[in-house]
């Protein structure tokens, strides 16, 4: 079993910054993507960055501008820089992985960090 643990969510101004850890264990195979998502009350989670094993990243369009994800293959840890933050971006981080066993994929999920960010 994959275990997934969130750090660094917490309170900040708009306009401040967080960078938000993610360390994945326990995988006997590789872990091809690792990503972040989000979840704002009453809304469904949705996408904030990915990024594969080889360096490739994808990003909601929101968050471009500003945020960046980053991954050390070595540790198994994902990371989110969140520059500029706004109110908007409150929500739930959760982090993601991607599993790769023989003939088929299992994602796995932490149990999410709290990012508030106050006007």
């Known amino acids: 079993q994959v275990q997934l643990v969130e750090s660094g969510g917490g309170l900040v101004q708009a306009g401040g910054s967080l960078r938000l850890s993610c360390a994945a264990s326990?995988?006997?195979?590789?872990?091809?993507?690792m990503g972040w998502y989000r979840q704002a009350p009453g809304k469904q989670r949705e996408l904030v960055a990915r990024i594969t094993s080889g360096g490739n990243t994808n990003y909601a369009d929101s968050v471009k501008s500003r945020f960046t994800i980053s991954r050390d293959n070595a540790k198994d840890t994902v990371y989110l820089q969140m520059n500029s933050l706004k109110p908007e971006n409150t929500a739930v981080y959760y982090c993601?992985?991607?599993?790769?066993?023989?003939?088929?994929?299992?994602?796995?999920w932490g149990k999410g960090t709290l990012v508030t960010v106050a006007s």
């Open positions: 993601n992985a991607v599993v790769m066993r023989p003939t088929y994929n299992i994602d796995y």
């Open positions: 326990g995988s006997s195979f590789s872990i091809n993507t």
